[in-house]
């Protein structure tokens, strides 16, 4: 089993900058892709960005560019720097573990933290 808890929401001005990490438990970490999802109230948990084991990272278009996402497998810790944040990225933000399946599809994560809050103002 992989516990995931996720850290560094808060309250932030447009155009402010927040880093969220996502620390792990159990065994074998490194063998892990890493997503980071954002679910707004009354909507669907939407894929925000994701890093596979090698370190290749993917995202979605409507954060690439402000967002980018990195791992430390020593520390058993994923990062999530956010920048240049707009309203609309306001939601909770949950880090993911998957061993397979598309990094961008809710349904192939294994294992989910319990979300941090993002609040973006204007």
């Known amino acids: 089993q992989v516990q995931l808890v996720e850290s560094g929401g808060g309250l932030v001005q447009t155009g402010g900058s927040l880093r969220l990490s996502c620390s792990a438990s159990?065994?074998?970490?490194?063998?892990?892709?890493m997503g980071w999802f954002r679910q707004a109230p009354g909507k669907e948990r939407e894929f925000v960005a994701a890093?596979?084991?090698?370190?290749?990272?993917g995202y979605a278009d409507s954060v690439r560019g402000r967002f980018t996402i990195s791992r430390d497998n020593a520390k058993n810790t994923v990062y999530l720097q956010m920048n240049s944040l707009k309203p609309e990225d306001t939601a909770v933000y949950h880090c993911?573990?998957?061993?397979?399946?598309?990094?961008?599809?809710?349904?192939?994560?294994?294992?989910w933290g319990q979300g941090t809050q993002v609040t973006v103002s204007s």
């Open positions: 993911g573990a998957r061993l397979r399946g598309n990094l961008d599809v809710v349904q192939s994560y294994d294992y």
């Open positions: 159990g065994r074998s970490f490194s063998s892990y892709a």
């Open positions: 890093i596979r084991s090698g370190g290749s990272a």
